[in-house]
Nanobody, 121 residues
Framework: QVHLVESGGGLVQPGGSLRLSCAAS????????MGWYRQAPGKQRELVAA???????KYTDSVKGRFTISRDNAKNTVYLEMNSLKPEDTAVYYC???????????????WGQGTQVTVSS
C-alpha cells in the first residue's frame, strides 16, 4: 500500500509558475516510477510527466520546455515545477505511483487526491 499526499496547486496568472509536490508514504520501496496526470473538465485524464527511480523522465509534448519533474528518493517525494503556465494547463492534477508488487513485479497504480491548478487572468 502506498499513500500519496499532494500540495501546491492554486490560482495563477498566465505566464506564472507553480510547484506541485507529492509525498509517498506506506511502502514506497517498490515504487518504480512516479508521475503527474491531469484532467480538465470534459476531458480524459492524461499523463503530464513521469520519472523513474533512476531519474529517467518523460513529458507530454504540450509541456516540454515549460514543466520539469524531479524526485527526491530520500524523501519519497516528487515535484512538478510548472513555468510559463497557460490557460489550457488548467486542470486537476493527480500524483501517481507506479508500484510493483513482488514476486511477479505486477504493476499497481496509486493516486493522490488531486490538486486544482487554475491559470487565469
Amino acid at each position: 500500500q502506498v499513500h500519496l499526499v499532494e500540495s501546491g496547486g492554486g490560482l495563477v496568472q498566465p505566464g506564472g509558475s507553480l510547484r506541485l509536490s507529492c509525498a509517498a508514504s506506506g511502502n514506497p520501496n517498490n515504487i518504480y516510477a512516479m508521475g503527474w496526470y491531469r484532467q480538465a473538465p470534459g476531458k480524459q485524464r492524461e499523463l503530464v510527466a513521469a520519472i523513474t527511480g533512476a531519474g529517467s523522465t518523460k513529458y507530454t509534448d504540450s509541456v516540454k520546455g515549460r514543466f520539469t519533474i524531479s524526485r527526491d528518493n530520500a524523501k519519497n517525494t516528487v515535484y512538478l515545477e510548472m513555468n510559463s503556465l497557460k490557460p489550457e494547463d488548467t486542470a486537476v492534477y493527480y500524483c501517481n505511483a507506479d508500484y510493483r508488487r513482488e514476486p511477479m513485479w505486477t504493476r499497481e497504480d496509486y493516486w493522490g487526491q488531486g490538486t486544482q491548478v487554475t491559470v487565469s487572468s
